[in-house]
């Protein structure tokens, strides 16, 4: 199971972080993906757990950042000065897959499982 919270609304410039726990199953790493109104599913940052490699998606590094707790098998995604493109409803994954590769982590299709999503929303 994965419950992401953190979501909500907020004006342009402003900051949220976003957070996702994963339980019931061992994840070998997990990842971010956002969908925007009338947009295909967008990888936005992920992190594979046995060494921290953090892949992001080139729209939003230098303005969004992944971390996580390892040992609660949590991540975090702080994304700062939010513009009003960056509404989307975010969702967690997490993949069982041992051998994850790095340049996998931001495709959907790694990933066995989902949380339900929360919105984000940001306004001009």
């Known amino acids: 199971q994965l419950q992401a919270s953190g979501g909500g609304l907020v004006q342009a410039g402003g900051s949220l972080r976003l957070s996702c726990a994963a339980s019931?199953?061992?994840?070998?790493?997990m990842g971010w993906f956002r969908q925007g109104p009338g947009k295909e599913r967008e990888f936005v940052a992920g992190?594979?757990?046995?060494?921290?490699?953090?892949p992001a998606g080139d729209s939003m590094k230098g303005r969004f950042t992944i971390s996580g707790d390892k040992a609660k098998n949590t991540v975090y995604l702080q994304m700062n000065s939010l513009k009003p493109e960056d509404t989307a409803v975010y969702y967690c994954?997490?993949?069982?897959?041992?051998?994850?590769?790095?340049?996998?982590?931001?495709?959907?299709?790694?990933?066995?499982?989902w949380g339900q999503g929360t919105q984000v929303t940001v306004s001009s």
């Open positions: 994954a997490g993949t069982t897959a041992a051998g994850v590769i790095i340049s996998s982590i931001g495709r959907a299709d790694q990933y066995d499982y």
């Open positions: 019931g199953r061992t994840v070998y790493a």
């Open positions: 992190i594979r757990w046995r060494d921290g490699a953090r």
